[in-house]
């Protein structure tokens, strides 16, 4: 595939952040001219173009077409091929994804719903060093997509670009409404919905999505910052992550963090890194008050919090990865209790004095990673108290389907 688009072009960005985190090879080809637009595409001006432009392998173009657009064009947004599942899982991240290879491999009737691409969070690292069996690490996206054609191999059915928006639990069935207006229903569900980044709240914000300011690593946009300062928000291991990879092509990297040290929130490896590298430079006591530019962001104002002095640095490109927030909106009307933050509080974190709360329907007491409605799910980081890791959410999603059968045997 070939993707033509001008420099700065947030369309652009969402079609190949959504390509890269998908494993689909493409080319990008930046348009900056009438004469870049005649020499690729044959089309005199660039005005008259809609940009950005998909062209599949078979020479077919695409105008300004949106993700869902593209993936639908690909085959991959498809119908639920059952009215009634075994299971259903919401989010292919780790989690999800563990949990739909071991589900599909123990003959469940599955259907994995993702409403955006495979992957997750950890789709967008450019490099997980930590997990177990890859020494020289391994890409997130391939990561993911491996696990995907496992899941497919044991018989996975999944849909893509469909987000579960509310769900009713009745007569031993979760029933989910979708944002596109269908309906699934299913005698158990994991929800792997993960966390959704936060953002930094600053009035202008908005404006430069994309056009300069990324939300996470931003893992498809390193090629682009060749000679550039960038600038990266937080000092968890994703911001790490994307500080290394950043390095190996931008002339300097940023790190700009409200601490006083990278120790207490980054694992060893990346504090050695970091400090060793020429490239990197990190702001203690810092953070992000300010942007500005025109088409795109030009400049950013940092804060010392200490005393509140301003300084004024010109990038082009700003990457914030300073956690999120969980994606549990869909369980706001259940049963289902979540914590004040809004990870969903599952097993003996559901106990108070040893008693299970009311809305609680079974003798027994919550399985380890079941929340408060019987027979409803949670694993990977969108769970209360859940460690937040590649490892532990692939785990997770394991152990959830070990649940899943305990539950389905006594409900039969
Ligand atoms: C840049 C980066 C680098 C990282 N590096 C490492 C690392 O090196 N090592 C490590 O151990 N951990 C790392 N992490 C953390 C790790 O990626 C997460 O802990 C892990 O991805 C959590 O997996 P998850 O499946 O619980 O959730 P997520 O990965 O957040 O996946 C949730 C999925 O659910 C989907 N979803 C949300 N709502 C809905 C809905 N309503 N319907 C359908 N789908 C929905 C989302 O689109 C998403 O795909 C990194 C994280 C980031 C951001």
Same mark, same amino acid.
């Given at each position: 595939m070939r993707l033509y688009g001008q420099p700065n072009s947030p369309e652009a960005y969402a079609l190949r952040d959504f390509l890269n985190r998908s494993v689909v090879e493409f080319d990008w080809v930046e348009l900056t001219c009438d004469a870049d637009c005649d020499n690729e595409?044959?089309?005199?001006s660039l005005e008259n173009v809609r940009l950005p432009v998909v062209e599949l392998p078979s020479g077919e173009r695409m105008f300004a077409p949106t993700v869902r657009e593209v993936a639908e064009r690909l085959g991959w947004v498809t119908q639920p091929r @059952?009215?009634? #599942? /075994?299971l259903s899982i919401y989010g292919a991240g780790p989690a999800g994804l563990s949990a739909a290879v071991y589900a599909a491999s123990e003959g469940l009737r599955t259907v994995l719903v993702e409403? !955006?691409?495979? +992957? +997750? !969070?950890? +789709?967008?690292? &450019?490099?997980?060093? %930590? #997990?177990?069996?890859f020494p020289q690490g391994i890409r997130g996206a391939e990561l993911a997509e491996r696990a995907r054609q496992q899941a497919v191999k044991f018989g996975i059915e999944i849909l893509l670009m469909?987000?579960?928006v509310k769900s009713e639990f009745r007569n031993n069935h979760i029933y989910t409404e979708m944002a596109d207006g269908g309906k699934m229903s299913a005698k158990a569900n994991i929800c792997a919905t993960g966390i959704e980044y936060r953002r930094?709240?600053?009035? %202008?914000e908005n404006q430069f999505l994309n056009l300069g300011v990324f939300y *996470?690593? *931003?893992? &498809?946009?390193a090629p682009f910052c060749l000679n550039e300062h960038v600038f990266v928000i937080g000092g968890g291991n994703s911001a790490g992550q994307a500080t290394m990879h950043f390095s190996r092509y931008a002339t300097k990297v940023t790190m700009v963090i $409200? +601490? /006083?040290?990278?120790a207490t929130t980054l694992s060893h490896y990346l504090v050695k890194r970091i400090s060793e590298s020429e490239k990197i430079e990190v702001l203690f006591h810092s953070e992000v008050t300010g942007l500005d530019g025109d088409k795109g962001l030009r400049q950013i104002e940092i804060s /010392? $919090? $200490? %005393? *509140?002095t301003k300084q004024i640095f010109e990038t082009q490109r700003l990457f914030v990865c300073i956690g999120g927030v969980p994606n549990?909106?869909?369980?706001? /009307?259940?049963s289902i209790i979540r914590d004040a933050a809004g990870y969903l509080v599952t097993g003996s974190d559901l106990l108070k004095n040893g008693q299970p709360p009311r809305c609680w329907t079974l003798e027994r007491d919550p399985f @380890?990673?079941?929340?408060?409605?019987?027979g409803s799910f949670a694993a990977g980081d969108? $769970?209360? %108290?859940?460690?937040?890791r590649v490892a532990s959410a692939a785990g997770e999603g394991a152990m959830a389907v070990a649940f899943v059968h305990k539950y389905l045997e006594e409900s039969a």
């Open positions: 595409l044959g089309l005199p @059952f009215k009634d #599942y /075994d409403r !955006q691409a495979i +992957g +997750g !969070q950890a +789709g967008t690292s &450019s490099l997980i060093e %930590n #997990y177990m069996g469909r987000e579960g930094l709240d600053l009035p %202008n *996470g690593a *931003g893992a &498809s946009e $409200r +601490g /006083d040290n990278l /010392d $919090r $200490r %005393n *509140g549990t909106e869909w369980a706001k /009307d259940t @380890f990673l079941e929340t408060s409605v019987a969108v $769970r209360h %108290n859940s460690i937040k």
